[in-house]
């Protein structure tokens, strides 16, 4: 049973007791956490902080890993991590600060302050240190990132990690959800919400959608447009407008040109955005419910997929495919939302075009885009890896901040996520490739995730009974409590009466506010609406940025003794 031993404990010859030792205890880790992550106590389950816990137990019973490679292990996981998180919300993270994104991300920068400020309080008013403090500050928001951003900042002062960080998170972090729950739960009754009421009015509002394509069929019936060209149109319209085909009474359907003559009661097909639609109803003339399929057996219309590498970042306009294959493209699906195809839109991968024209010229637009599945589940490790080299390096770059002794860093939780965010928004323009699946960005997250928290409960076991008992660690639950349910109740009063916001948007929010998975699955269950999602969404990625930001500003700023 010797080798059996040394599975558990390790070789004591061997740096990190083995390398069987090493993957054992992490896979043995992380597959039990994953297995009690699934179970869930009225409709409520921690998920993957359950692989946390695990390594505390194991731990406690002195099952654990050599401590640096703990430490490299940890960090790897938390970068794998964050980036993937920055290329799934870089491209919508810009676009989240116009119109009424700027009101919802202007309450999470609200609730982010009332937490910090909470933190800041308890640690003045208890006593303890601030990096506890700040651990019970990132389990009570459950924002893991948060939790390694500290760790790292302490780390660099002390070229040590401090376990205190992770056993505040831990304590802390069962509170932040089911706090975080009670709190939606309860806003419900302060604000007296009617569910039915506030659904409907949520369903009437829901998402700033206005940028979105529509297509629609109109007649025209202004006089002023008889023998006007398309190009003319366009530019008496000054709108975001494409016609891709065209019906001349008593005629077949055909496609357009700039040049293409209109005349009364001609039928368009016209691509336009929600915003425009309007005006370009009222401009042209009337809808009308036309079957452009069914009017010619020359022209179809099709979804051909981008797939390859040499198209991305390329304009619409230069691909001239009205000119070459005698075809229109009408709207641009990116990410589940239909884009107008104006000739300055630029192309990403995994951009599905909608084509009309006939077969043949079809057929050379294929093969022109690419439309292979098969290039698109081959991930993109270039752009990656690469991403992931300029992050450490931004992470690496100290900034000074007057009133901070220590020099500030973004770390290898916030460099990442940043160079992530900025390459998955801007990549295409510069010919990067940055297009992931979402299967594969879930792999991706979900593995740097897991092996970060088995990472964390493995180093921090040891103390962790010890805390509880020995150094009142119960307490510290209340102050995570406060942290979680005092800035939770101050923020949502603020957005509901002040903001005016919907009860189903505002949990939402809050949920993003918090970086919390759970609350939002809760926020989903409890409505039909999709409110709580484009919530959760529009906030996430400022909050999750701010969350790494002042996680290592509270221990640069108020440590003591760690330099």
């Not at 194991?58 to 996981?77: A, D, I, P, R, V």
């Not at 901040?401 to 900025?422: C, R």
């Not at 009142?472 to 209340?478: L, S, V």
Request: hydrophobic share 45%; aromatic share 8%.
């Amino acid at each position: 049973m010797e080798f059996f031993s040394q599975l558990l404990v390790g070789a004591g010859d061997l740096w990190g007791g083995g390398v069987a030792h090493s993957v054992f205890i992490l896979a043995i880790v992380i597959s039990v956490g994953l297995m009690l992550g699934k179970i869930k106590v009225a409709g409520v389950s921690l998920g993957v902080t359950w692989i946390l816990f695990t390594g505390l137990v194991l731990s406690h019973f002195g099952m654990t890993l050599n401590g640096n490679l703990l430490h490299f292990l940890k960090e790897f996981g938390l970068i794998l991590f964050v980036y993937s998180i920055g290329l799934q919300v870089g491209p919508g993270f810009f676009s989240a600060f116009k119109k009424g994104g700027l009101q919802l991300n202007a309450l999470a920068m609200i609730h982010v302050g009332l937490g910090v400020l909470a933190t800041v309080i308890l640690f003045y008013v208890s006593g303890l240190p601030i990096t506890t403090m700040v651990g019970i500050l990132s389990g009570a928001v459950t924002n893991t990132p948060g939790l390694g951003a500290a760790q790292q900042a302490a780390s660099d002062m002390r070229l040590t990690d401090v376990s205190d960080i992770a056993m505040g998170y831990a304590i802390a972090y069962p509170i932040g959800v089911i706090g975080m729950i009670g709190v939606l739960i309860a806003m419900r009754y302060i604000f007296r919400v009617n569910p039915k009421a506030e659904e409907e009015k949520a369903q009437a509002n829901s998402g700033d959608n206005s940028n979105s394509a529509i297509s629609i069929s109109l007649q025209v019936r202004n006089e002023a447009l008889e023998g006007k060209t398309i190009d003319e149109l366009a530019e008496l319209l000054g709108r975001n407008i494409v016609i891709s085909r065209i019906h001349h009474v008593g005629m077949d359907q055909e496609m357009v040109n700039a040049q293409t003559v209109l005349h009364l009661d001609d039928e368009l097909q016209v691509t336009t955005t929600v915003k425009d639609a309007s005006r370009v109803i009222a401009f042209i003339g009337k809808t009308v419910d036309a079957q452009w399929d069914g009017k010619s057996t020359k022209l179809i219309s099709r979804r051909i997929l981008i797939t390859k590498p040499e198209l991305n970042g390329k304009k619409l306009e230069q691909l001239d495919l009205r000119g070459s294959f005698g075809i229109s493209v009408t709207r641009v699906n990116r990410a589940g939302v239909d884009l107008v195809a104006t000739p300055g839109l630029t192309l990403q991968m995994g951009d599905r075009v909608t084509i009309v024209g006939d077969e043949k010229g079809i057929k050379h637009t294929e093969k022109l885009l690419g439309n292979s599945l098969r290039r698109l589940d081959t991930p993109n490790l270039i752009t990656i890896f690469v991403g992931i080299a300029l992050g450490v390096i931004l992470g690496s770059i100290p900034f000074a901040i007057p009133g901070i002794p220590q020099p500030v860093k973004l770390g290898l939780a916030g460099g990442p996520l940043v160079v992530s965010i900025l390459i998955s928004r801007f990549g295409p323009k510069y010919k990067l490739v940055t297009y992931t699946t979402m299967s594969a960005n879930l792999m991706l997250r979900e593995i740097g995730i897991s092996i970060f928290l088995a990472c964390v409960g493995l180093e921090a076991g040891e103390g962790f009974v010890r805390t509880i008992v020995e150094q009142q660690g119960y307490i510290w639950i209340g102050y995570g409590a406060i942290i979680t349910i005092v800035p939770l109740l101050i923020a949502g009063l603020i957005g509901r009466y002040c903001f005016k916001l919907n009860y189903y948007t505002l949990i939402g929010v809050l949920s993003g506010a918090t970086t919390n998975p759970p609350a939002l699955a809760f926020s989903n269950d409890s409505t039909s609406c999709d409110a709580p999602s484009v919530g959760y969404a529009t906030v996430y990625p400022l909050s999750m940025f701010l969350r790494v930001l002042t996680a290592q500003l509270l221990i640069l700023s108020l440590a003591e003794g760690l330099v």
